[in-house]
């Protein structure tokens, strides 16, 4: 196959594949840092309430711009959190909750826990 003739197929992707981090290799302070933003902690709170690659980026309803969202989806890929895939024009998310937790035990417990959660504990 020449140059000449690979050259549509190449062209028909259209984005880069996401790189995702190892979550063995992520530092605690990059989970950390991660972990707390408000947009990305909602991120994460939708993702573990969905099934692996229900949920397209474009379904999160957060207050950003959407190369703002792209970034937060990078951050949360960086820390080993998010794992992404293309199925056509869309990009699908899963939460890499068994690996994460193995790397950091109880954090996502932590983030994920409710407003109301907290109180009770709280009034306990």
Request: proline letters at 7%; glycine letters at 4%.
């Amino acid at each position: 196959m020449t140059a000449q003739s690979r050259q549509p197929t190449e062209a028909a992707s259209h984005r880069t594949p996401p790189v995702h981090a190892d979550p063995g290799d992520v530092p605690l302070e990059t989970a950390l840092i991660a972990l707390a933003d408000p947009v990305r902690q909602t991120l994460v709170r939708e993702l573990a309430e969905a099934g692996d690659w229900e949920r397209a980026c474009g379904s999160f309803d957060v207050p950003v711009t959407k190369a703002t969202l792209s970034r937060h989806f990078a951050v949360l890929r960086e820390a080993g959190l998010l794992e992404q895939r293309d199925a056509g024009a869309k990009r699908l998310n899963r939460l890499r909750r068994p690996e994460f937790d193995e790397r950091f035990p109880g954090l996502l417990d932590l983030v994920l826990r409710t407003k109301s959660d907290e109180h009770r504990a709280a009034a306990d």
